[in-house]
């Protein structure tokens, strides 16, 4: 028969045995340390000085004074003398002040670690977990903290139709909620009651795009790549700035195919000679477009002629039920001029001949002039009076009377232009107004004179 128990090397009472008591009480004092094992420290080196009976210490590898040669043993006092009991491989207790779970790996006390908590049923730091939430904590705060340079939460869902996100809680209803709910798209809601949610903005995941379903508000300066960096930037795509260009684009804007074209967008185009339908265009078809679409069916279209010379034109018209309006040209100053007396005429190169010789040209034809005497004038370097239209306009009275008589002569080889300007009399031979003496043009009046062009 052994002397000691297979497993726990407690001491057996043998028949023979006197004083069977004392073997029957070490056996109970280990058991006593043993059962429901707490100790008050693990590694201990140093024996207390006024332990208590029935404490118990786990022993580091080197311990000194009454514990020295009792390596990694379990001491426990016994009120005169140290109980020691050398652990065997897998036993278990508890640290009471730590309150920690080790066990005897054959060589040290181990800290029991995460691998013996998996397939938990749930976890609950002060409070209760619940068949939903197998992870519930109670804190004024929670520190997810970085084990080296960074840290990552995960929250992974089954299929992109499922929720992964983080919903904020008034009472337990719901408030605001982020993440990809229902979708892939990453989407910030909110509620006032939990059950109606509007949507912030959402983000596309395959191309980043940012959408505001229910409207943005701005309340600080809108800055980057995305807003104009200067006046005149027409860069496509960009926010106007408060004074910036704004309006269309800096380079050849699109050239139409077709200016009959009812379906054409706001903005602005180009014309050209080849373009379908161009001889609708007043002047040259050669000039560029504005279109302002109203609607599907209505839209206007102003045109002005791309030239240099005096022959710019500038009209509009309108579509409207399927049917274009006639174009309709503005008169400008480059097609009209304001006589003497107050009228609009249509005008080619003018030149206006002031009272005192000196000649003002309203659109210029690089005239040289001259004052000969009283109401005797010349213009060097002019082409001929327009064969079209009106040629000259005499300064008149309120009631309409000519001031002055003019009569003019063209030297063709010297392109020089003769003007003379005397009183009118009555020639009543011819029955006719005829020049008299000569005399200056009237001052602050003038005689317009139109040439070719």
């Known amino acids: 028969m052994q002397d000691v128990s297979a497993r726990l090397e407690l001491p057996f009472i043998k028949p023979s045995q006197a004083q069977k008591h004392v073997t029957h009480n070490e056996a109970i004092q ?5 059962v429901q094992a707490t100790v008050e420290a693990f590694d201990a080196e140093t024996p207390p000085a006024l332990p208590e009976i029935g404490q118990t210490w786990a022993l580091g590898a080197a311990p000194t004074a009454d514990w020295a040669g009792f390596p990694q043993h379990l001491a426990t006092w016994q009120g005169t003398s140290w109980l020691f009991l050398a652990p065997g491989t897998g036993w278990h207790a508890i640290s009471a002040t730590e309150r920690s779970l080790r066990f005897y790996d054959g060589t040290v006390w181990t ?27 109670s804190s004024d705060a929670s520190l997810l903290n970085h084990a080296g340079s960074g840290h990552q939460v995960k929250v992974n869902k089954a299929a992109a139709s499922d929720t992964a996100s983080l919903l904020f809680q008034t009472g337990f209803s719901g408030r605001a909620e982020m993440g990809t709910a229902g979708s892939d798209d990453f989407e910030v809601k909110v509620s006032a009651d939990g059950a109606t949610w509007f949507s912030g903005f959402r983000i596309a995941p395959a191309t980043g795009e940012v959408t505001a379903p229910n409207g943005l508000s701005v309340d600080g300066a809108l800055t980057g790549s995305a ?33 009959d074209d009812a379906t054409l967008p706001s903005g602005f185009y180009r014309t050209t000679s080849t373009t379908a339908n161009s ?14 679409r109203y609607s599907s069916t209505i839209s206007t279209q102003i045109y002005v002629t791309n030239s240099t010379t005096a022959n710019v034109r500038f009209a509009f018209r309108t579509h409207n039920g399927g049917v274009w309006s006639n174009w309709r040209e503005f008169w400008h100053t480059d097609k009209t001029t304001v006589d003497a007396n107050g009228f609009l005429k249509e005008a080619s190169p003018i030149v206006r001949l002031s009272h005192d010789g000196t000649a003002e040209p309203a659109v210029p034809v690089g005239a040289a002039f001259s004052r000969n005497g009283a109401g005797s004038y010349r ?25 002055v008589h003019v009569a003019t002569s063209y030297d063709v080889a010297e392109r020089a232009l003769a003007i003379e300007t005397s009183t009118i009399t ?19 009046r003038w005689v317009d004179l139109r040439f070719a062009e």
């Open 30 to 34: 280990a058991l006593d340390t043993l």
């Open 111 to 137: 800290l029991l670690e995460g691998g013996d908590l998996n397939q938990v049923n749930g976890l609950g730091i002060g409070t209760n977990f619940d068949a939903v939430n197998k992870l519930a904590v």
């Open 227 to 259: 807003v104009q960096s200067g006046l005149t930037d027409s860069t496509a795509g960009r926010l106007l700035t408060v004074g910036a260009f704004g309006v269309g684009q800096t380079g050849t804007p699109t050239t139409l195919a077709d200016v």
């Open 279 to 292: 001889g609708t265009l007043p002047g040259a078809a050669f000039g560029q477009l504005i279109v302002m």
């Open 379 to 403: 213009l060097d370097g002019v082409p001929p009076l327009s064969k079209a239209g009106w040629q000259i306009e005499v300064p008149q009275d309120h009631n309409g009377n000519r001031l």
């Open 426 to 444: 009555w020639d009543s031979a011819r029955g006719l107004w005829a020049g008299g003496d000569p005399v200056d043009i009237p001052a602050g």
